[in-house]
C-alpha cells in the first residue's frame, strides 16, 4: 500500500499543501497525511509520527520532494530506518526515487547530505544579509502591532469597553490587550 506525506512549513502555502496532495492521490496513495508544521520541530510533526506508526510491511511511504520530509540526514535516516525496520520503502517523486533497492538508499543518502548543505549554506546567507542590513541601520525587525495600539487599548478600557472586544476591534490578540493592560496596572 502507497501511503502519502504531504508538508509545508506555513498555513500561508496553502497551494503548496494542494499540489502535494493532488500529486500523491494521482499516485494512488490509498491514505495521505498531511501538516502545515516547519520541518525543523521534528516533535511537532504529529502527522509524520501518524504516517510512521500506520506504514505495515511492503508499504511504501510516498511524498513529492526530499525537502517535505526532512531536512537534515541525521533525521532522513533516522526515518529510513524506522521504514526499514517496518519492511517498508519510502518513494519520492521528483527524484523518481525508491528505497527498496541500494542504489536508491546510497542515493538518498547522498542526496539527504546535499539538501543538508544547501539548507545551511541559505542560512548562512540569510544570518549575514540581516547582518548587514542591521549595520546599515536598515534593518530593525518587525514592528510592533499591539505595543502601538497601546494608547488605543488603554483609552478604550477606561470607557468600559471589554478585553475581547477591544482586541476584536483593534485586530490585535486578547493577550496583548491583556499584557498591556497589566503593564499599565
Given at each position: 500500500m502507497d501511503i502519502g506525506y504531504a508538508r509545508t512549513s506555513t498555513v500561508e502555502q496553502r497551494a503548496s499543501i494542494n499540489a502535494q496532495l493532488r500529486e500523491l492521490e494521482a499516485q494512488g496513495c490509498s491514505k495521505v497525511f498531511h501538516e502545515q508544521v516547519s520541518s525543523v520541530d521534528v516533535a511537532a510533526r504529529e502527522q509524520l509520527a501518524q504516517a510512521?506508526?500506520?506504514?505495515?510491511?511492503?508499504?511504501?511511504?510516498?511524498?513529492?520532494?526530499?525537502?517535505?520530509?526532512?531536512?537534515?540526514?541525521?533525521h532522513l535516516m533516522t526515518i529510513?530506518?524506522?521504514?526499514?525496520?517496518?519492511?517498508?520503502?519510502?518513494?519520492?517523486?521528483?527524484?523518481?526515487?525508491?528505497?527498496?533497492?541500494?542504489?536508491?538508499?546510497?542515493?538518498?543518502?547522498?542526496?539527504?547530505?546535499?539538501?543538508?548543505?544547501?539548507?545551511?549554506?541559505?542560512?548562512?546567507?540569510?544570518r549575514e544579509g540581516i547582518a548587514k542590513a542591521k549595520a546599515d541601520g536598515r534593518y530593525t525587525g518587525r514592528k510592533p502591532t499591539?505595543?502601538?495600539?497601546?494608547?488605543?487599548?488603554?483609552?478604550?478600557?477606561?470607557?468600559?469597553v471589554s478585553p475581547t472586544k477591544i482586541a476584536e476591534e483593534l485586530g490585535i490578540g486578547r493577550a496583548s490587550v491583556y499584557r498591556i493592560l497589566k503593564a499599565e496596572a
Open positions: 510512521l506508526d500506520f506504514i505495515r510491511e511492503g508499504d511504501t511511504l510516498v511524498v513529492t520532494k526530499l525537502d517535505r520530509l526532512a531536512r537534515s540526514v541525521a529510513l530506518d524506522q521504514l526499514t525496520a517496518k519492511g517498508a520503502a519510502l518513494r519520492i517523486l521528483d527524484l523518481n526515487m525508491d528505497t527498496s533497492t541500494p542504489t536508491g538508499k546510497m542515493i538518498l543518502t547522498v542526496l539527504g547530505g546535499v539538501a543538508e548543505f544547501e539548507r545551511n549554506i541559505m542560512l548562512e546567507r540569510q499591539a505595543r502601538a495600539k497601546a494608547n488605543d487599548v488603554l483609552r478604550m478600557k477606561a470607557d468600559g
